[in-house]
Structures are given as structure tokens and as C-alpha cells.
């Protein structure tokens, strides 16, 4: 079975860094694309950044310069590293399988002001 595992999320200070991880498992991971998304209540969920097979990234306007995504294929591993945070950036962060469409469980994100 396909299972994806976010971890990294907490309570952050504003201009503060998290790492979130995502763990793959029942995939190829090294031929799927991946990406992180994020849903604030009352708000639609929007992707954050995605990394192809071959290491292509691709980031939302709004986090541009400040996140990073990246990968470890030995590891079944996607990674989000969140730097200079604002509260803005408070949401439930989520991995997915672009091609597949799977979703992880989702991880809490929490910058307090």
C-alpha cells in the first residue's frame, strides 16, 4: 500500500525555520514527482512547492526565495525547508504523488506573532 508520513511540523516563532520530511513508502519514489501543499481554515489548498523525477523545482509566488524543496531518493524522502516564516505561512502542510495522487496525513504548521 502507498503511504506518505509528514513530520517536521510545530510552533515556530516569525523568522524562525522548520524542516518538514515526508516518507514514502509502496512507490517507485524515484520515478514520482512530489509536491507540498498547504490549507489555512477557510482557505483552498494550494500548492506550495513540487519537485519532479529528474529534480525540477517549482515554488509558489509567495514563498519563493524563503522555502526550499528538495529529495533524497535513497531515503524515499521529500523534504520542505521552510526559512524566514511569517505568519501567513500558519497552515496544515501536506505531501503528495503528483502522477499517483496520494496525499499524506498532513503536519501542523504554527507561526505565532
Known amino acids: 500500500q502507498v503511504q506518505l508520513v509528514e513530520s517536521g511540523g510545530g510552533l515556530v516563532q516569525p523568522g524562525g525555520s522548520l524542516r518538514l520530511s515526508c516518507a514514502a513508502s509502496?512507490?517507485?519514489?524515484?520515478?514520482?514527482?512530489m509536491g507540498w501543499y498547504r490549507q489555512a481554515p477557510g482557505k483552498q489548498r494550494e500548492l506550495v512547492a513540487g519537485i519532479t523525477s529528474g529534480g525540477s523545482t517549482n515554488y509558489a509566488d509567495s514563498v519563493k526565495g524563503r522555502f526550499t524543496i528538495s529529495r533524497d531518493n535513497a531515503k524515499n524522502t521529500v523534504y520542505l525547508q521552510m526559512n524566514s516564516l511569517k505568519p501567513e505561512d500558519t497552515a496544515v502542510y501536506y505531501c503528495?504523488?503528483?502522477?499517483?495522487?496520494?496525499w499524506g496525513q498532513g503536519t501542523q504548521v504554527t507561526v505565532s506573532s
Open positions: 503528495r504523488t503528483m502522477g499517483l495522487n496520494y
Open positions: 509502496g512507490i517507485i519514489f524515484s520515478q514520482n514527482a
